[in-house]
T-cell receptor, first 112, second 112 residues
Framework: EAGVAQSPRYKIIEKRQSVAFWCNPI?????LYWYQQILGQGPKLLIQ????????DSQLPKDRFSAERLKGVDSTLKIQPAKLEDSAVYLC??????????FGPGTRLTVT | AQSVTQPDIHITVSEGASLELRCNYS??????LFWYVQSPGQGLQLLLK??????LVQGIKGFEAEFKRSQSSFNLRKPSVHWSDAAEYFC??????????FGAGTRLTVKP
């Protein structure tokens, strides 16, 4: 069974630029999550989708972050414009409606 | 508000020695509790979870954890540590797969 795929694995951009991350969840997993993991901290949930609907985006900085999950499968997370404090690893995870979350390898973003 | 505290930022143990990683949580309802492990450059992998029932939970790779409601704790243990256990360990609390909150993590170093 293929795991959660994310791309790119690494990205370096300058502040005020925009960036997008892509996630392909495990086939059949209805729930998809995006987390932000800043160095030295635990993952922080940014947004949770159930199929293509948003379940929780309470911690998503909506002035600069956006996410979508078209057709209830793949998802993209966008930052526009990026700030220095956005430097982090962005993790995507998926799960069945209940049960274990499976995490992808993450995208390491560096904002200079 | 729910939160997770992992008091130990970094722990070093000798290979073959026993291990206990501490986790304290704050949660308004009956919590779902999780322990995840993260190796460098990898996503998180679920070690074990507690939903209800027996308060001593067995997980993968020889790990176990004990839920103590009176102490709001969910400590992770392993009787004999292997060099391959060196990694970052995260405790998390949530309502099943919703509203997950992660601790800041404990980095485990294993001495030969």
């Amino acid at each position: 069974e293929a795991g959660v795929a994310q791309s790119p694995r690494y990205k370096i951009i300058e502040k005020r630029q925009s960036v997008a991350f892509w996630c392909n969840p495990i086939s059949g997993h209805a729930t998809l999550y995006w987390y932000q993991q800043i160095l030295g901290q635990g993952p922080k949930l940014l947004i949770q989708f159930q199929n293509n609907g948003v379940v929780d985006d309470s911690q998503l900085p909506k002035d600069r972050f956006s996410a979508e999950r078209l057709k209830g499968v793949d998802s993209t997370l966008k930052i526009q414009p990026a700030k220095l404090e956005d430097s982090a690893v962005y993790l995507c995870a998926s799960s069945l409606r209940t049960g274990e979350q499976y995490f992808g390898p993450g995208t390491r973003l560096t904002v200079t | 508000a729910q939160s997770v505290t992992q008091p130990d930022i970094h722990i070093t143990v000798s290979e073959g020695a026993s291990l206990e990683l501490r986790c304290n949580y704050s949660y308004g309802a009956t919590p779902y509790l999780f322990w995840y492990v993260q190796s460098p450059g990898q996503g998180l992998q679920l070690l074990l979870k507690y939903f209800s029932g027996d308060t001593l939970v067995q997980g993968i790779k020889g790990f176990e954890a004990e839920f103590k409601r009176s102490q709001s704790s969910f400590n992770l243990r392993k009787p004999s540590v292997h060099w391959s256990d060196a990694a970052e360990y995260f405790c998390a609390v949530g309502a099943n797969n919703n509203d997950m909150r992660f601790g800041a993590g404990t980095r485990l170093t294993v001495k030969p």
